[in-house]
Each structure stands twice: as structure tokens, then as C-alpha cells.
């Protein structure tokens, strides 16, 4: 701990002035302290950004950083091995791009994740398409763990490459798959996306494949498959049908909605009040009157319910 | 057979039971030394990409309270500070007779609300529903006095997101504790509910329902439940995650996926044990009906609850605690020895009745068959010391290693004169304090065994909490 201690305060300071470009002399790094830098030099990576990540790297090669950790990246411990993989990532070693993919395809969850990380930030032209095609079948990659990653590249990137991972699965008839992929669309570019979205919603029959694939709507042009599906079946779907309604649609899906306000799920009507209350031009006296005219209890309370709750906002 | 040979195997049996108990519980130990690596391995600072915020499912916090006037203000707050996207708060006042809904609206600025109330799962009838007008994410439910379950069914009935956390009106939540103990039900699509350590508060400084300091208690009891608590969640309910058959969540912190409970039927309002009886029938559904599921137990996220500081509470306390745990192994009594009740029916369930729930029956006769067949010259000195040395070093043994724990997973006390206090504590709390929580316990057996009358009774709150919450 004490040793830890006097690390950080010799090397924090430090690090944090070359986030700047600096000509001067650096003391030695004591092999002693070579973990704990590498540990306190990642940490400072991850919260910047641009040319102070360069400076960083500078910094770290002319301390001798980079041979240190690659002799962490092929530790035993895991702890150090996990440290040295994010920190060759930020030192965008190219070379290990193989070894990072096959922890990726075979190693456990925590690791894999590391590598993947680590092998986004070296190339994302590599890496973003293999991330993706093995996030759509590892379940114990947390989908909000890949956005994070996904999100550091550039999203212009990210759409092409997701997809493409969607057609793939899509092709295998990989139902789960195509779900998880499409849950991740907020880390890609919209309009990238847009055709794929669209494709699924017209040819998949599997409801929680076109419930993810509503949540990735992005254009009001494609809402005629929201209308579609607010009468299918599954409640989820109609839910999330209501709420894409709320987001795109216009005043033609007052009366579909007024009808969805009736829906035996509570969900169903909460969502389709709520919707009403977004459309464009909706005011709260239009939303006063129709809820007066509701002979149906159960939507009559719930439209009144979001009065309030618009009136409170 | 003569007596003496009858006491002989008595003493002998007792003797089996202390070296059972002691075997069965550090085996729990080995298997949280197990599960310390995996938890402390996911915490690893800055190297696994954070859960991006769009994904972190919105929580429906929910506060039953019942006459907490005097901290259920501060209560709210230190939800209010929870670092996390998006959660409302659902504080359903049950019934208080004293000024609780009052103190909401006045601190809140309360007004009516016409909810179209989802009554998902049958409670006492609810009065009205209020909305702050200065925190649009607090709403307060009103309703008949119907006991803490049926006052966190009826929040759970008003939750609007997919995930409910029920927390106590006294306790401290930690500001990334909800970040935390939502985390497995983020990454494993099976796990149904989660919870995390409880820690005693009295001893902490504690502003405006922030948690400004650790600190220990000054008083024995609340240092003695410190040392107890540190045990019973560091392997108590640690030990049982890698078997997945981890038996309670405690009621003052945990986090459930709504749908699961609502199947499960929500919380029985007929038993003095919720919480457990919950976490033992979402394991005898989901295990019976061989669907996948997951109860998780973390030991980072924190929260903090006063500790009673008066003997007479912490009996009543005590008494309820094992009484509860008489009623929730009696109600889920189909997952014992089921073919497909898992670790939890044919190690779990069977270590609580026969460590947890008869434990301090068999314990106490132990110590007072022993001590009577010494003192009358029945037993030998060898097999008295033998049986006093047994006792005594385990219960020692068992807090030091759930202290080691706490060093080597949070080290939250961290001042070093703290650690010194809590080894003594370890120490000390097993001559005398650990024998009267067992006697207070046999009681609560004794109730449950005869069916007495349920009673609650009344918490006193700490002095530094009501003054500074």
C-alpha cells in the first residue's frame, strides 16, 4: 500500500503534465513502481482525449513503459495481464492484434472484453467488425459494455460494419443474434443504419427481433411499420410501438393511439397516452377534451394521469 | 445402557454439532474466498469498458415507511444522491399514525396525483398517490397500515421501470450503491435479483442522509452487531453465490427484475421474515420449474442501517429475525431434498434449519449441558474443556476470517485503530453477547414453534441518526 502510495504521488503529477508536450527530463521508472505507473497511466488515457493521449504515449516510450508492459500483457497474474492488455491498447501495438483476437474468441468474459477493447482502440477497421460478430453470440458480454467500446470510434465507422454484422446473422437465421445486434444501433451512425432497421422490420416475424428493431427507428419515413405493429399480438411490441408513435408519428395516429389507450395491458395504454402527449401540435386542452370523452375508465385515467404528469413537467 | 453412558453420547453429539456447525461454516468461507477473486476481478478499475448509461435499465426505488417522521426526509435524500441515470422514488407510507406524510409533503411539496394505479398484486387499500412538485421522480403512495411487504407490493404495483429496488426508510445508501448492485442484472440476462453488504451506522457521521465518515460505534452493542454483520454477509451470504443458492437479500437493500417478482407474487404480508421468504421462494419456483435464473450478492455495494443501541430492541429485533426464518423455511418447505431443488434445496436449505434455525436450540443446551454435567461431575474437565475451548475458538475463528474478508474485498474501516477495535470486538463478543443473542433467538424459535402473536415492535433510532439525517 505504502509503496502504492508513493508511486501516485511521484507519477500523478507528472502524468498529468505530460498531457502537454514537455521536452524535459523524466526520473528513471523504478521497476518497483512500473505497475502501479502503468495502472495510474492507463486510468489517465481513459480520461482524455485528441493530442494528450499522443503526449501520454510519448511519455510512456520514453520511460520505458511500453517493454513493461508487454511483459504485464504476458504475466501469469491476471490482474497484470489485464493491465498490460489496456495499456498496449492505448499504445496502439499492432502486432498483437492476433493474440488479442483469440482471447477474444476464446477467452473468458472479463478478459475477452479487455482484448476487445484493447484491439478497438488499436484498429477499429479490424476490430470493430469482430467485436460485433462475436458480441452478437457471447452472452456474457454485457450489450452496454460493447456500446461503451463502440462508442469511442467514430460512428461514421461503427453503421457500415453493424450493418453488415446484422445481415450476416440475419442470413443465418440468428434471431438472437440480429436482437442484440440491433440493441446497439445507439453507438452507430442512424442513417447508416436506416436500411437494415428496415429490411428486419419488413421480413422478421420474431417479436423481440422487431421490438429491438422499432427501438432503431430513426425516420419518420419508415413509421408505417410502428402503425403496423401496434396491433401485433405481443404486448412488448405494442408497447414499443406506442412509444415510436410518440417519437415520429403525426396527427393521423391520434385515433389508432386513442384506440391503444383502450388495450388491456397497462403498459399498452401508458405508453399510447404517453405518445398522444408528444404528438406535434397535441396541447393539453385537446388531451382534456378527448380524455372527457372516453367512455372507456381505464384509458379516461390513464390519459388523465399524463395530463397531470405533462402539466407537473 | 446406564446414564453414564448416556451422557457420554449426548456430550459426544453435542460435540459433533460445534465441529459441524464450525465445518460447515468455513466451508462457506472457502467458497467466499472463492467468489472475493471473480467480484474484486469485475471492480478492476478503468479496464473493462464502463456499462454505457443508455443501458442501464431505469429503477423504481421503493421506501416502505411506517411512523418515520423523524428521518424519512433524510431518507429520501440520500436516495436523491444516488449516482445513477434514471430511477424514480416510491415512498408508500403505510399507515403511519404519526407525521410522516406530512414531513414528505412539506419537504417534497407534495400535491395529488390522479394515478391509474396498477394493482398488479393485492395489498391494503391505497388512499391517494402524491407527486412532488419540486422532484418530479418522487411520488408517495398512502395507504392502510398492512405490514413492510404489503407496503412494498404496493409500490412495486405503481413502479414504471423494469427493475425495483427496495430499500429500508433508515438506511444510507452509498452513492454508487444502486450502480453497483444493478450491475449483474445488466450483464447476466438471467440474474432475478441482487443485493448487497449491510453495514451498521451508528458510529458514522452522517449529514442530511449523506455519509460523510466510517466510524465505530462507541457503545458494545452496536459494535458487537458490527462485527456480527461483517460475518453474516461476508460468508454468510457470500459463500452461497458460486452454487447460486445464496438465501437472503436483505429488505433494507436489494434490486429485483419487476416481472420475476411479480410472478413470484411480491412480498407475503403474513410473515416477520419478507425478505427471506422471498429469496427462498424465488429459488423453490424457479428450481422447481427448472427455469434458468440467477440471485446475486455483491459485496461492494453498501448500505448502511442503525443499529439498535438498547438491549430490549435488539431482543425484539432478534426475536422476529428467527422467527421470520422459522416462518420462510416453513412456507418454501417444498425446496428441501427436491430432485431438482439444486444446491439450494440439498445444501442450502438444510444448512438453515440445521445451523441457522435450530442452532440456537441445540447451541444453548450444548453450553448448558455441559456446564451442568462439569459443575455436578457427570462430564470429565477433558470433555468440558474440550467442548468450551471447540466453541469458544470457532466463534472467534469465524469473525477474524469475516474480518479478513472485509480487509482483503472493502476495507472499509480502514483507520487502523478501527481494525484493532474489531479484532478485540471478534474476540470478546464470544463471552457472553454471542450466548445472549442465542437465548434472545430461542425465544423467537420458541414463538414461531408455538405460533405466539406476531409483534412488531418499535425501533429507536439512533441518537446521531435522528439528530444529523
Redesign the interface.
Known amino acids: 500500500m505504502a509503496r502504492e502510495r508513493d508511486a501516485a504521488a511521484l507519477w500523478i503529477p507528472l502524468i498529468a503534465r505530460y498531457m502537454e508536450p514537455r521536452l524535459d527530463t523524466l526520473p528513471p521508472l523504478q521497476r518497483r513502481d512500473a505497475d502501479h505507473f502503468v495502472l495510474l497511466w492507463c486510468r489517465a488515457q481513459d480520461s482524455v482525449r485528441g493530442q494528450s493521449q499522443d503526449h501520454l504515449r510519448e511519455m510512456a516510450r520514453r520511460l520505458g513503459a511500453d517493454a513493461h508492459a508487454r511483459r504485464m500483457f504476458r504475466s501469469r497474474s491476471l490482474r497484470r495481464r489485464l493491465v498490460g492488455t489496456v495499456a498496449l491498447g492505448h499504445l496502439q501495438a499492432r502486432d498483437l492484434a492476433p493474440s488479442l483476437q483469440t482471447e477474444i474468441a476464446s477467452g473468458p468474459a472479463v478478459p475477452s472484453l479487455v482484448a476487445a477493447k484493447a484491439l478497438v482502440r488499436i484498429d477499429a477497421s479490424i476490430g470493430v467488425p469482430c467485436v460485433l460478430s462475436i458480441a452478437a453470440h457471447r452472452e456474457d458480454w454485457p450489450l452496454a459494455s460493447v456500446a461503451t467500446m463502440l462508442k469511442e470510434c467514430a460512428s461514421e465507422s461503427v453503421g457500415p460494419a453493424l450493418s453488415s454484422a446484422i445481415r450476416i446473422a440475419m442470413s443465418r437465421g440468428d434471431d438472437v443474434g440480429v436482437e442484440r445486434l440491433l440493441r446497439l444501433h445507439i453507438a452507430a451512425d442512424a442513417h447508416a443504419m436506416r436500411v437494415v432497421v428496415r429490411d428486419v422490420l419488413a421480413t422478421s416475424t420474431n417479436a423481440e427481433v422487431l421490438a429491438a428493431a422499432l427501438a432503431a427507428l430513426s425516420h419518420a419515413g419508415d413509421i408505417a411499420h410502428a402503425r403496423r405493429l401496434l396491433g401485433h399480438p405481443e404486448w412488448f411490441l405494442r408497447v414499443a410501438a406506442a412509444r415510436e408513435l410518440g417519437r415520429l408519428g403525426d396527427e393521423s395516429d391520434v385515433a389508432r393511439l386513442s384506440t391503444a389507450l383502450c388495450d388491456s395491458s397497462w403498459w399498452v395504454r401508458y405508453r399510447a397516452a404517453q405518445a398522444l402527449s408528444q404528438l406535434p401540435d397535441m396541447d393539453v386542452a385537446q388531451l382534456s377534451e378527448m380524455a372527457a370523452r372516453l367512455t372507456d375508465r381505464y384509458a379516461a385515467d390513464m390519459l388523465r394521469q399524463i395530463l397531470a404528469e405533462r402539466c407537473m413537467r | 445402557m446406564n446414564w453414564h453412558a448416556v451422557i457420554d453420547v449426548a456430550a459426544w453429539l453435542f460435540l459433533a454439532y460445534f465441529v459441524t456447525l464450525g465445518a460447515g461454516y468455513l466451508l462457506l468461507n472457502a467458497c467466499s474466498l472463492l467468489e472475493l477473486p471473480r467480484q474484486l ?2 471492480r ?9 448509461s ?3 435499465p431505469p429503477v423504481s426505488v421503493v421506501m416502505p415507511a411506517f411512523n418515520e417522521e423523524a428521518t424519512i426526509a433524510a431518507a429520501v435524500r440520500s436516495i436523491l444522491q444516488l449516482e445513477y441515470p434514471e430511477f424514480e422514488v416510491i415512498v408508500v407510507n403505510d399507515g403511519s399514525r404519526d407525521g410522516t406524510l406530512e414531513a414528505l409533503t412539506r419537504e417534497f411539496s407534495l ?1 395529488p ?4 394505479y ?1 394493482r398488479q398484486m393485492e395489498t391494503q387499500p391505497v388512499h391517494a398517490v402524491y ?1 412532488s ?1 419540486s422532484h ?1 421522480n418522487i411520488r408517495v403512495i398512502d395507504k392502510d397500515n398492512g405490514g413492510k411487504g404489503d407496503a412494498s407490493n404496493a409500490g412495486i404495483n405503481a413502479a ?1 421501470y423494469p427493475l425495483v429496488c427496495i430499500v429500508d426508510a433508515d438506511s444510507v445508501l452509498e452513492r454508487t450503491s444502486l450502480r453497483h448492485v444493478v450491475l449483474p442484472l ?4 438471467h440474474t432475478i435479483a441482487s443485493g448487497g453488504c449491510v453495514r451498521i451506522v451508528n458510529g458514522c457521521e452522517v449529514h442530511g442522509g449523506f455519509l460523510e465518515k466510517i466510524g465505530l460505534p462507541r457503545k458494545f452493542l452496536p459494535l458487537a452487531q458490527v462485527a456480527e454483520y461483517l460475518r453474516g454477509f461476508l460468508f454468510g451470504r457470500l459463500g452461497w453465490v458460486p452454487m447460486n443458492a445464496v438465501p437472503i437479500i436483505s429488505g433494507a437493500f436489494g434490486v429485483f427484475r419487476k416481472q420475476a417478482l411479480v410472478a413470484a407474487g411480491g412480498y407475503r404480508s403474513d410473515t416477520l421474515g419478507e425478505d427471506m421468504e422471498l429469496i427462498l421462494r424465488l429459488h423453490r419456483l424457479n428450481r422447481l420449474a427448472g427455469r434458468p435464473y440467477r440471485i446475486a450478492f455483491l459485496v461492494n455495494p453498501v448500505c448502511w442501517t442503525d443499529g439498535p443501541e438498547s438491549p430490549g430492541v435488539l431482543r425484539g429485533q432478534r426475536i422476529r429475525w428467527q422467527r421470520g426464518l422459522g416462518e420462510s423455511l416453513a412456507h418454501n418447505r417444498g425446496l428441501l431434498f427436491h430432485r431438482r431443488g439444486g444446491a439450494a434445496g440439498w445444501l442450502m436449505f438444510p444448512f438453515m434449519v440445521l445451523f441457522e434455525l435450530l442452532g440456537p436450540l441445540v447451541e444453548l443446551s450444548g453450553y448448558l449441558f455441559m456446564a451442568a454435567g462439569f459443575a455436578f461431575g457427570f462430564i470429565s474437565p477433558a470433555i468440558f474443556w474440550s467442548f468450551m475451548l471447540l466453541a469458544l475458538s470457532l466463534g472467534i475463528l469465524l469473525s477474524i476470517s469475516a474480518l479478513f474478508l472485509e480487509e482483503i474485498s472493502c476495507h472499509t474501516y480502514s483507520r487502523p485503530g478501527n481494525l484493532f477495535v474489531l479484532i478485540c470486538m471478534a474476540i470478546v463478543e464470544n463471552f457472553g453477547y454471542h450466548q445472549l443473542v442465542l437465548l434472545w433467538r430461542l425465544q423467537g424459535f420458541y414463538r414461531w414453534a408455538t405460533s405466539a402473536p406476531a409483534e412488531w415492535g418499535a425501533m429507536t433510532r439512533s441518537a446521531s441518526l435522528q439528530k444529523d439525517r
Open positions: 476481478e469485475s478492476l478499475p478503468g479496464l473493462l469498458p464502463r456499462p454505457h443508455r443501458y442501464e400535491v396525483f390522479p394515478e391509474a396498477r407527486r412538485t418530479p414504471r445488466i450483464t447476466e440476462p
